[in-house]
């Protein structure tokens, strides 16, 4: 299924560029004149498509490019997969796949392109779209009884729904391939959580069903909840998030006089910052994975860095959030762990907007009102 | 023959001979229990019996398979696999037939991996003895052997070899015929028994009651999907200079309709004249009935077609609305009332666009600049459906290229959640928002604002939330 002709590595270049500016209609024609000039459909969305959009992520972060040319180029690529979709149309000869975001995921279009390669190899393909609510996606199954559901998952802070709607697609008896960056690198969290399998990319996602999931998914390891929840720190600090969020966001005003002063949109900002900490910290409890948060404020660093936000306004975050959470052994911890990755990751050298890192579609914002992108 | 009497099994049937096989495997991974703990039950049988804990494991396996899926296809396929794992080397779920008068059959081999699929005629399926009987689901018959020179080919897996025992058994469904189970077992294999007849019947008893709930349901959602199509939001035309973007997330969240809603409504080419004898003009609106749910999902759907309707004879966004009004007052249901908004569309030259509004009781569109302005024009106008005299506020907004005009529902700014989680949205951060997406498509426009409505609810419930974003084309 690899391509008859390859994408040339330029043409990745010229089309990140026609992206960047918005020209639908050209990358568009870039898209087609590659299929026309031998490369397979998979290859054009894999290898064109994919590596401009993981290039639109890092442009993003390194505050190259703003959210809105970052919006505009992924709404572009979105028409260019439909265009390339339309053209080749595979009959189906196999099995149907359910193909949707985990609820409150939003970054569809990786998703699509797996919907789409499964298309191309034969499978009749329901694509659900982004941030499908659990019961929708349940009701859909009953409905439809497809062979597997890929969900996909780009954000760790949206596991603890994707674990919901993965026991949930697992009772009705549907297994699930987990896909995407927020189960982990390498796919820890997919297999904690009871995934049935776990692909890192569209491929490879298609290559595991190739290979056959089991009929009916057989029972997750453990019976209702992992261990590490027994001490309920996941649950309390989502129950009292806004209470957490407004202790800390006090005790860094009474840290940082210049806090004091900052306008309500700066404050505001501010606030959105400390939520996305609070968040993946819950993920981080949630799956018991220390690296989960550590990974996000080492990124969150570099993109404060490229935003010329000073790091020592994340180390006061992280130890406002220390303080406040005194019953929280274990989010103390890990918040210990993250201080110091983030004083190492604000050294001279550090990388700005890594690949690998997790990242929201949205600013993680500056944690002063340096100014972020948007 | 006491073995078959037992069944209500007519002697004949019993071609096969005494050969059921006894040396079911059990299910990979389950654990069994050592076969030579249970004596034989019948001393005629020649192998020896599955051990009773082994068919209590079956029976509590099959029953938690086939209650997981509400999908007729799933169940079936749990039948059969279930079947061909513990009881027969190959196992085939015949379904009744459909509408057009086929049967789908799904069939599964032990001990290789994968689902064959396909479909006969009922006429096909009437050739196998038994089958249409069993099918019929009524009145009521008993499994029954089949000599396996009467099976057509369909009937066994390809490469299967010749078959020494055949069952046909009736899935009993709750009122419904389900279908039949045909197992098969290879030539020269291991011998059937009366436990393992015991045992086809218990399962295919459940089998069957999954299998027609599950035809149940989803004759039901069939309907239900047929019923609710024309409730959910609509794709949205291409229209020749504009970009269109529209997002609607119901509170409901399975059943996917609710009071708020967006249209486009395209004119025909003999569709009468716009105000100011203008061509007729494309037409978009986006409106929020009182209520939730199913029931403001009707009315929201009412209100759609009336416009549809309405727009065959009049055009003028004020006069509708006036017209929307009366029909909503004497609308028998209480509660009929509505908010909504329209936009009539007209291009301007040099890829200029003029949105003729009426605003009735709704929120006030939002208007995004080039520069990243965000006007809002004057004007709320009244609710629809209270007063006989419902008066719409009227305004005319430009959109340069690359301008965009979002109309949305109240359900957006009245989000409550944000980093405290009892803090309403509201409409300065909606404009906020909006003001960063200048230069985005429509489209994008709509999913960044959707997600971070979605984001501010921090998992929280909500109201219905609908946005339609209008866009002159960029140049």
């Known amino acids: 299924m690899r391509p008859v002709t390859p994408v040339p590595a330029a043409a990745v270049g010229r089309y990140l560029e026609l992206i960047g500016r918005g020209e639908e209609y050209a990358a568009v024609d870039l898209a087609l004149e590659l299929l026309d000039g031998g490369a397979s459909a998979e290859a054009v969305l894999l290898d064109l498509v994919a590596p401009a959009q993981r290039r639109v992520g890092d442009l993003w972060a390194g505050n190259t490019w703003s959210v809105a040319r970052e919006h505009a180029a992924t709404a572009v690529s979105e028409r260019v997969v439909a265009a390339v979709a339309a053209r080749v149309r595979p009959p189906s000869v196999r099995g149907r796949i359910t193909v949707a975001c985990a609820d409150g995921e939003y970054h569809a279009l990786p998703t699509r392109l797996l919907a789409e390669v499964l298309r191309l190899r034969g499978w009749r393909v329901d694509f659900l779209g982004a941030s499908v609510p659990g019961p929708h996606l349940i009701a859909h199954l009953h409905q439809v009884g497809p062979d597997a559901v890929a969900l996909s998952c780009t954000l760790p802070t949206r596991l603890p729904r994707a674990h919901a709607t993965i026991t949930a697609c697992r009772s009705v008896g549907v297994p699930v391939l987990a896909g995407g960056r927020g189960f982990g690198a390498d796919g820890r969290f997919a297999r904690l959580l009871g995934a049935d399998a776990w692909a890192p990319t569209a491929d490879a996602a298609a290559d595991r069903l190739d290979r056959g999931l089991p009929g009916f998914p057989p029972e997750a390891p453990y019976t209702g909840v992992p261990a590490h929840l027994a001490d309920d720190e996941y649950t309390q600090l989502v129950r009292r998030r806004g209470e957490v969020l407004g202790g800390v966001l006090g005790a860094l005003t009474a840290a940082h006089p210049p806090v004091a002063s900052y306008s309500a949109r700066q404050r505001e900002a501010t606030a959105e910052d400390l939520a996305h900490l609070a968040d993946f910290l819950a993920a981080a409890l949630y799956v018991d994975d220390a690296r989960l948060f550590t990974e996000f404020v080492a990124w969150t660093a570099g993109v404060l860095r490229a935003r010329g936000v000073p790091a020592a306004s994340l180390a006061a975050g992280l130890e406002a959030f220390r303080g406040e959470l005194r019953d929280f052994p274990r989010a103390r911890r890990i918040l210990a762990q993250a201080a110091a990755a983030c004083a190492a990751a604000v050294g001279p050298d550090a990388a700005v907007g890594h690949g690998d890192a997790p990242r929201d579609g949205d600013p993680a914002g500056p944690l002063s009102p340096g100014g972020s992108g948007g | ?475």
């Open chain 2, 1 to 475: 023959m006491a073995r078959h009497g037992r069944f209500g099994m007519p002697e004949g049937c019993a071609r096969g001979g005494p050969a059921l096989p006894a040396a079911a495997r059990p299910p990979a991974g389950w654990s069994a229990g050592p076969s030579a703990e249970v004596p034989p039950a019948a001393p005629r049988s020649p192998g020896p019996l599955p051990g009773e804990r082994r068919a209590t494991e079956f029976l509590l396996e099959a029953g938690r398979r086939l209650s997981a899926s509400l999908n007729t296809r799933r169940c079936a396929r749990a039948t059969a696999e279930l079947a061909a794992s513990f009881l027969a080397d190959a196992a085939l779920v015949v379904l009744p037939p459909d509408e057009t008068r086929r049967s789908a059959w799904l069939r599964v081999t032990a001990g290789r991996p994968g689902l064959q699929e396909g479909a006969v005629s009922v006429a096909e399926a009437a050739r196998v003895p038994g089958l249409a009987e069993a099918l019929a689901g009524f009145p009521p018959v008993p499994s029954r052997w089949l000599d396996p020179a009467q099976a057509p080919g369909w009937l066994l897996p390809p490469g299967f070899g010749p078959a020494g025992h055949l069952l046909v058994t009736p899935l009993p469904g709750n009122g419904v015929a389900a279908g039949a189970l045909v197992l098969a077992r290879r030539r020269g294999g291991p011998a059937f028994h009366d436990g393992i007849e015991t045992l086809v019947r218990l399962f295919a008893a459940r089998a069957g009651a999954a299998i027609s709930a599950a035809a149940l349901h989803q004759e039901q959602n069939a309907v239900n999907a047929v019923l609710t199509a024309a409730l959910l939001p609509p794709d949205l035309p291409s229209i020749d200079g504009v970009e269109l973007g529209g997002s609607l997330r119901v509170a409901h969240q399975a059943a996917r309709v609710g009071g708020d809603f967006y249209d486009v409504c395209l004119p025909a080419a003999d569709d009468p004249p716009a105000a100011c004898g203008q061509v007729p003009a494309p037409l978009a609106v986006l409106g929020d009935v009182c209520g939730k749910g199913a029931q403001a999902a009707v009315l929201a759907g009412q209100i759609r077609q009336s416009l549809r309707a309405l727009l065959l004879v009049e055009r003028r966004p004020a006069r509708l609305a006036s017209l929307i009004n009366r029909s909503l007052l004497a609308c028998p249901a209480p509660d009929s009332y509505a908010t909504m908004v329209m936009a009539e569309l007209h291009r301007t030259g040099g890829g200029r666009l003029r949105l003729d509004l009426a605003v009735a009781g709704h929120p006030t569109p939002l208007v995004l600049r080039a520069d990243g302005t965000v006007d809002e024009p004057p004007g709320h106008g009244t609710l629809l459906g209270l007063l006989p005299d419902a008066e719409p506020a009227l305004c005319a907004v430009d959109l340069a290229p690359g301008e965009l005009c979002l109309l949305y529902s109240d359900g957006v700014t009245e989000a409550f959640g944000g980093p405290t989680g009892r803090e309403m949205y509201g409409e300065q951060r909606l404009k906020d928002a909006l003001a960063t997406c200048a230069g985005m498509p429509a489209e994008a426009v709509v999913q960044r604002l959707e997600q971070l409505g979605t984001e501010w609810l921090a998992g929280g419930g909500h109201d219905d939330r609908a946005l339609l974003a209008i866009r002159a084309r960029p140049r």
